[in-house]
C-alpha cells in the first residue's frame, strides 16, 4: 500500500517554513526521504527508524510518529536550493527489505 | 568517482523492438534495482538484486527481464516494448538492501511510439 504524501505541491517564499508528510496504513519499521530536483535523479535526505531520534540535516528535519504511522519532514528558512520533489519511501516488516514510495510532494521556493 | 552510470539516456522505440538499459556501479554494492518513475506515481520497483547471480521480482516485473552476472552491472532488458513502458527509468544501488541508504542514477527516458 502507497504510503499518502501530503500536500501533492507546495509554493513558499525564500525563507519561510514548509512541512511535508508522509502517511502509511501500515505499521512502519522505518521512513527515508529523498530530493529530487527536475531532470536528476533522486537524493537521499535521511532515515527515521522506528524508535530512533529525530533526525536532522542542515535546516531540514524529521520525525516519526510510530502511533499515527506517519512522518513529517519539516523545511525552515528554506533557501531556493530546496526546491524539487521530496518523495517518502517506506519500509514495512514484511516488504523485503523494499521501500514503498509516495507520489512525492513538489515544493517551490520563490525569491 | 562515478557512482552509478545509467545508459542511454534517452531513448526513442517503435512497438515491439526490444533493447537494454545499461546499468553500472563502481561502489562495490551488493544490492541494485531498477525502477520505473512515472507522473504523479513516485518510484515503481522493476526488479533488484542483492548479489551476483541473485535476482528478484518488485511491484512491476512484467515486459522486462534482469540478469546479475557481475557485482557491477544490472542490465534490464524490454523484450518486447509496448507505449505503457514510456517512463522514466532509474537505476540504484546500496551496501546491502533497499531499506540501505540508495546511490541512484541520473536515469534513462524511455519513449515507446
Known amino acids: 500500500q502507497q504510503p499518502v504524501q501530503s500536500p501533492q505541491a507546495v509554493i513558499l517564499r525564500e525563507g519561510e517554513d514548509a512541512v511535508i508528510n508522509c502517511s502509511s496504513s501500515?505499521?512502519?519499521?522505518?521512513v527515508h526521504w529523498y530530493r529530487q530536483k527536475h531532470g536528476e535523479a533522486p537524493v537521499f535526505l535521511m532515515i527515521?527508524?522506528?524508535g530512533g531520534e529525530q533526525k536532522g540535516h542542515d535546516k531540514i528535519s524529521a520525525s516519526f510518529n510510530e502511533k499515527k504511522q506517519q512522518s513529517s519532514l519539516y523545511l525552515t528558512a528554506s533557501q531556493l536550493s530546496y526546491s524539487g520533489t521530496y518523495f517518502c519511501?517506506?519500509?514495512?516488516?514484511?516488504?523485503?527489505?523494499?521501500?514503498?514510495w509516495g507520489a512525492g510532494t513538489k515544493l517551490i521556493i520563490k525569491p | 568517482n562515478a557512482g552509478v552510470t545509467q545508459t542511454p539516456k534517452f531513448q526513442v522505440l517503435k512497438t515491439g523492438q526490444s533493447m537494454t538499459l545499461q546499468c553500472a556501479q563502481d561502489?562495490?554494492?551488493?544490492?541494485m534495482s531498477w525502477y520505473r518513475q512515472d507522473p504523479g506515481m513516485g518510484l515503481r520497483l522493476i526488479h533488484y538484486?542483492?548479489?551476483?547471480?541473485?535476482?528478484d521480482q518488485g511491484e512491476v516485473p512484467n515486459g522486462y527481464n534482469v540478469s546479475r552476472s557481475t557485482t557491477e552491472d544490472f542490465p534490464l532488458r524490454l523484450l518486447s516494448a509496448a507505449p505503457s513502458q514510456t517512463s522514466v527509468y532509474f537505476c540504484?544501488?546500496?551496501?546491502?538492501?533497499?531499506?540501505?541508504?540508495?546511490?541512484f542514477g541520473a536515469g534513462s527516458r524511455l519513449t515507446v511510439l
Open positions: 540504484a544501488s546500496s551496501t546491502s538492501s533497499g531499506a540501505n541508504v540508495l546511490t
Open positions: 561502489m562495490n554494492h551488493e544490492y
Open positions: 538484486s542483492v548479489g551476483a547471480g541473485i535476482t
Open positions: 501500515k505499521a512502519l519499521y522505518s
Open positions: 527515521l527508524l522506528k
Open positions: 519511501g517506506t519500509l514495512h516488516m514484511d516488504s523485503n527489505y523494499q521501500l514503498i
